[in-house]
């Protein structure tokens, strides 16, 4: 074996342990109640009314955070979208007996966590423009990034990369802009 492929399998490893771990959430309703409810509000909701109350509170001002953090929502779509049919790999829910799903995936890859990669995008985005809704988003995006691992739709490096795209899309339209 390659020190290349010691390497990925102990990644592999740990990812399964990880996710194992965390998926173990789900014996306790509220506890899945709250991660399923996360989960499902990053799957834009949340974004689109933070979007929406930015303008409403600000429509001047507003307008133009609203659209850079459209158009990082549209790059993020194009680059989970491209990396999942690349990469097809199956969620830990689907491999791994032991880890349940808690929620229905939206579609049939794991890598990278589209859900974290839009959290993060969009929280730096925000944040860039009015600092003041870091309690709110903050606390969200990364509840939103660790339900995608509790729920055993993802495993923890898919969302490192998520994140790690994210920002880089994020860091991208600065410098764009």
């Not at 194009?78 to 791994?96: D, I, N, Q, S």
């Not at 990364?142 to 994020?170: E, F």
Request: charged share 15%; with cysteine; net charge positive.
């Amino acid at each position: 074996m390659t020190r290349l492929e010691t390497a990925l399998a102990g990644i592999r490893r740990w990812d399964e342990r990880h996710t194992l771990r965390l998926n173990r959430a789900l014996d306790y309703p509220s506890v899945h109640a709250l991660f399923l409810a996360a989960s499902r509000a990053g799957n834009g909701i949340a974004w689109y009314a933070l979007m929406l109350a930015m303008l409403l509170a600000d429509p001047r001002g507003a307008a133009g955070a609203v659209l850079h953090m459209a158009a990082v929502g549209l790059a993020g779509t194009l680059a989970y979208t491209l990396l999942k049919r690349g990469t097809h790999r199956p969620r830990p829910c689907e491999v791994h007996a032991h880890i349940r799903a808690g929620d229905v995936p939206l579609d049939r890859f794991s890598f990278p966590s589209g859900h974290t990669l839009h959290a993060t995008a969009f929280t730096i985005v925000a944040l860039a423009y009015q600092p003041g809704l870091a309690p709110l988003v903050v606390p969200f995006a990364l509840l939103v990034a660790a339900s995608r691992v509790v729920l055993g739709l993802h495993y923890p490096s898919d969302v490192l990369a998520g994140a790690a795209i994210g920002a880089a899309i994020a860091a991208a339209s600065f410098a764009a802009l």
